[in-house]
């Protein structure tokens, strides 16, 4: 097949999370298989843009991925050089694949798309959820739902959705699509445990066995929660890591203040990969995503297949995954809920590790990239045949 995904950013803007990792590595799992496929994004990199090419291919993994030099409103990621593109070639493309709802990328692929004919799916990618849309910009996204993006969403052959969970939340909004499909995301293999670290990371983790949360810093990711919980949980100690776009560290440092736990705390505010993501992952004997709501969450795949058992809020599309392959705890996105299950964990080791066991099987049997690529594209290939 010829395939299109269209995202508004793509490494290495990896400010941005699950979503960049997620595309790419779908993307490159479809190349993989055999099919062309090729990606629309745009440079743009938090307040700056990334250092690649503009309008011509560049191959990543067997992907040929496109960018767009980022314009104006900057904030919607719109780029008219790649609605250019989108309306010359929608039609060279078997199917096109959107990765964003509120933004301009989505809202451009998907009419170029229709006066194309051809069919478009589109993953939403945990937005179109009611608290999240009230939360910030509310004003702004139902008025874009209501002028745009209804339509787009009863025009696309179907919606993406990575668990049930997020599928939920799109009926909560009594928005109706012709075809869902479930698809969760993937994971790849872990690389091996580095030598050297960087000094940040190093000092946090003096003392291994501690609980980790590794994300975005994002009031969503409900990490206040996470460090009141340590009240339930006495002997444990947390890392939080992740990339502070938001400026929510600040709120983070109060509350370890507040809470008093500053001894048990390592607060690492900056985007963490590579060496210092495997070192992190490696020293720790628990990974908790305490999310109050996320469409999937894909760091609990990553802890999975490195053996790490896992607490996980009832709030994550990912709990499904945990539940059936009994890899770890779940709990309620509360300071007691989750301090419980901290404290359960660690008092409770060789059950923990038998939970760590699990979770790398059931990651490497079900959650490599080129076994869900290839759900995926049989996805594609139904709404083709239709």
């Known amino acids: 097949m010829k395939i299109l995904h269209v995202t508004p950013s793509y490494f290495p803007a990896?400010?941005?999370?699950?979503?960049?990792?997620?595309?790419?590595?779908?993307?490159?799992?479809?190349?993989?298989?055999?099919?062309?496929?090729?990606?629309?994004?745009?440079?743009?990199?938090?307040?700056?843009?990334?250092?690649?090419?503009?309008?011509t291919p560049v191959d990543m993994d067997g992907v040929a991925v496109t960018y767009f030099q980022i314009g104006s409103p900057r904030r919607l990621y719109r780029a008219p050089a790649m609605g250019a593109a989108l309306r010359a070639r929608a039609a060279d493309f078997d199917v096109l694949h959107l990765h964003s709802v509120f933004l301009w990328p989505t809202l451009a692929a998907a009419r170029a798309a229709k006066n194309a004919g051809t069919p478009f799916i589109l993953s939403p990618r945990g937005?179109?959820?009611?608290?999240?849309?009230?939360?910030?910009?509310?004003?702004?996204?139902?008025?874009?739902?209501?002028?745009?993006?209804?339509?787009?969403?009863?025009e696309a052959a179907a919606i993406h959705f990575t668990a049930d969970r997020e599928a939920l939340d799109f009926d909560a909004l009594g928005l109706e699509t012709r075809c869902k499909v479930i698809v969760p995301n993937g994971v790849e293999t872990p690389a091996p445990i580095p030598d050297t670290v960087s000094p940040d990371v190093m000092a946090a983790t003096t003392l291994p066995g501690y609980a980790l949360y590794l994300g975005r810093l994002n009031w969503k990711k409900n990490l206040i929660a996470l460090i009141d919980a340590l009240a339930f949980a006495p002997a444990t100690r947390l890392v939080i890591a992740g990339t502070d776009d938001e400026d929510h560290a600040a709120q983070l440092r109060e509350a370890i203040a507040k809470a008093g736990v500053a001894d048990r705390v390592a607060l690492i505010d900056r985007n963490v990969i590579g060496s210092d993501k495997e070192w992190l992952f490696a020293k720790c004997s628990q990974f908790i995503l305490p999310s109050l709501n996320e469409n999937f969450g894909n760091t609990v795949l990553e802890a999975m297949i490195?053996?790490?058992?896992?607490?996980v809020s009832t709030g994550a599309g990912v709990a499904e995954v945990v539940k059936e392959a009994n890899c770890g705890l779940l709990a309620d996105p509360t300071p007691e809920a989750i301090g419980t299950a901290m404290r359960a964990l660690a008092e409770r080791s060789v059950e923990a590790q038998a939970m760590g066991v699990r979770g790398r099987q059931a990651a490497l049997a079900?959650?490599?990239?080129?076994?869900?690529?290839?759900?995926?594209?049989?996805?594609?290939?139904?709404?083709?045949?239709?």
């Open 14 to 55: 990896v400010r941005y999370g699950g979503p960049i990792y997620s595309v790419h590595g779908l993307a490159a799992g479809q190349a993989a298989l055999g099919h062309q496929v090729s990606v629309f994004t745009t440079n743009a990199d938090g307040p700056g843009v990334s250092d690649v090419p503009v309008a």
């Open 127 to 154: 937005m179109l959820v009611a608290d999240l849309i009230q939360a910030k910009s509310s004003v702004l996204k139902n008025a874009w739902l209501t002028l745009f993006e209804r339509r787009s969403i009863r």
């Open 366 to 386: 079900h959650f490599g990239w080129r076994a869900i690529a290839a759900r995926m594209v049989t996805a594609y290939e139904g709404l083709v045949s239709r």
């Open 306 to 311: 490195r053996e790490t058992p896992v607490i």
